[in-house]
């Protein structure tokens, strides 16, 4: 498995699988080992995935500091990473908690970013909020409203979009993240879970993590290619938040995946491959 040290010499890891120009993937979770992402659903036949496990995942090292795990500090293991592949710019893909890294390394280094794919975006990093209501509307969606975990969890969300809730309450929620809550889903939540360094993500969007209005400024200047996709379904970035997170930059396009949710490449890889490679391939 190859590796580089990063600028303080912990020494990260990284997968590379697929054919074809270069692509750097940015896992979410916060901090979640990117084994998650797999091939992306089929991306990996078009383009060669580098996978990023993150510092404190996956096969990459514990750094001597902790608070290096914080978003805006990771943004130079992502450079390192390219200056380690000789690549001149990068097309980036974060998805996720990763997006919002993406968007820093745009911030700090919008030179080297060709293209830029936003797949399910966390928000943090641009300051948009997504209303209860929005959560509750991705949620009601036709082909899950006769489950039979649908009313539980639908009451759970609503607790949630009021204000209220636990750790529990979240857990109850974790259909509406997926376009199918079958058996398959579960173990891929169950295990998302066990591949998180809890650590690592509290420290993560920690204060100071993020300076919405500088990123916004920034993004507003970008003039590279930029894809949003979304999920139809996903009451974690619901299409209304992905779609004001494509009109802060000046070419954004949108890609709606029916039936999808906050892992898209579950649900509809062939919509999602078609969109991303559409787009690269552009």
Not at 187 to 195: K, L, N, S, V, Y
Not at 256 to 264: D, K, N, Q, T, Y
Request: glycine share 10%; proline share 7%.
């Amino acid at each position: 498995m190859p590796t580089f040290p990063a600028p303080d010499g912990t020494l990260l890891a990284y997968h590379a699988s697929g054919s074809g120009a270069p692509l750097i993937c940015l896992p979410g979770g916060p901090m979640q080992d990117s084994v998650y992402l797999g091939d992306l659903g089929g991306i990996a036949a078009h383009r060669t995935l580098i996978r990023l496990d993150l510092r404190g995942t996956g096969a990459s090292e514990a750094p001597e500091d902790p608070d290096s795990y914080r978003c805006d500090r990771l943004v130079e293991d992502v450079e390192a990473l390219r200056v380690h592949l000789g690549l001149d710019s990068v097309d980036l893909l974060g998805h996720s908690a990763g997006a919002n890294l993406a968007a820093l390394y745009v911030t700090r280094y919008p030179e080297r970013v060709a293209r830029l794919v936003l797949l399910t975006p966390g928000t943090a990093a641009v300051g948009l909020e997504t209303s209860g209501e929005e959560r509750l509307a991705a949620a009601r969606q036709a082909w899950r409203e006769e489950e039979p975990w649908f009313g539980p969890a639908y009451a759970a969300l609503e607790e949630l979009a009021a204000g209220r809730g636990s750790a529990e309450t979240f857990q109850a929620v974790a259909p509406f993240f997926h376009g199918t809550w079958d058996e398959a889903a579960r173990e891929r939540h169950a295990d998302g879970h066990r591949r998180r360094n809890g650590e690592a993500a509290g420290v993560y969007a920690s204060e100071g993590a993020f300076e919405p209005a500088a990123t916004r400024a920034v993004f507003a200047e970008f003039d590279r290619p930029v894809l949003v996709v979304a999920g139809e379904g996903d009451a974690n970035t619901p299409v209304p938040t992905a779609t004001a997170y494509a009109e802060l930059f000046p070419k954004a396009e949108l890609a709606v995946l029916a039936g999808a949710g906050h892992f898209p490449w579950h649900d509809d890889a062939a919509g999602l491959v078609a969109a991303v490679d559409g787009f690269l391939a552009a």
